[in-house]
């Protein structure tokens, strides 16, 4: 009998369920060639199951190409170029960076590609719904105020719900 972890539901919610919310994601003109999909998926945990799938990421070879790329949940989903009327990085309650309900985990690119899964208890989807997801040029440094230096913003999605009537297992 195989005992029923989070990680092994969350495995089962990917593969076998329909997201509750998608984020197309766009390049900028800059990166026409950046696109990708950010899956949201309700679990039956006090939290969201977030799948990445980027394609067409850009070397950083002026800051030594580490393959990382910052990625967040912004306050607005206007995506047109040049995503500069996103917003500040979604939080629920006031705090600074990297402590943002929106400050997500970094892309790892390796040839242009970054896949990433991970859970997250900070938000809900009810309350993204209408936001936007951000692929910044660069890694967020965790640091910097208010938003961990992590450049331009070269890729950018609405979160948008989907219609889905899937159950848990």
């Known amino acids: 009998m195989r005992d029923n972890t989070p990680g092994t539901v969350f495995t089962a919610i990917l593969n076998k369920m329909h997201p509750k919310a998608m984020a197309w994601i766009q390049g900028n003109t800059d990166y026409p060639q950046l696109s990708g999909l950010v899956k949201?998926?309700?679990?039956?945990?006090?939290g969201v199951?977030?799948?990445?799938?980027?394609?067409?990421?850009?070397?950083?070879?002026?800051?030594?190409?580490t393959g990382y790329y910052?990625?967040?949940?912004?306050?607005k989903g206007d995506c047109r170029i040049p995503f500069d009327q996103t917003g500040d990085h979604y939080s629920r309650?006031?705090?600074?960076?990297?402590?943002?309900?929106?400050?997500?985990?970094?892309?790892?690119?390796?040839?242009?590609?970054?896949?990433?899964?991970?859970?997250?208890?900070?938000i809900t989807i009810e309350e993204i719904i209408g936001r936007s997801v951000i692929v910044h040029g660069h890694p967020d440094d965790f640091t910097t105020q208010p938003s961990g230096n992590a450049g331009e913003k070269i890729g950018c999605g609405v979160i948008r719900e989907e219609d889905v009537k899937d159950r848990y297992m």
């Open 93 to 122: 309650e006031p705090a600074p960076h990297p402590y943002h309900s929106g400050d997500m985990l970094p892309l790892l690119g390796n040839k242009g590609y970054a896949w990433s899964a991970f859970y997250d208890s900070r």
């Open 49 to 65: 199951l977030i799948e990445a799938e980027i394609f067409g990421l850009p070397k950083n070879n002026d800051r030594g190409d």
């Open 70 to 75: 910052a990625m967040h949940i912004h306050e």
């Open 40 to 46: 949201f998926y309700d679990t039956p945990y006090a």
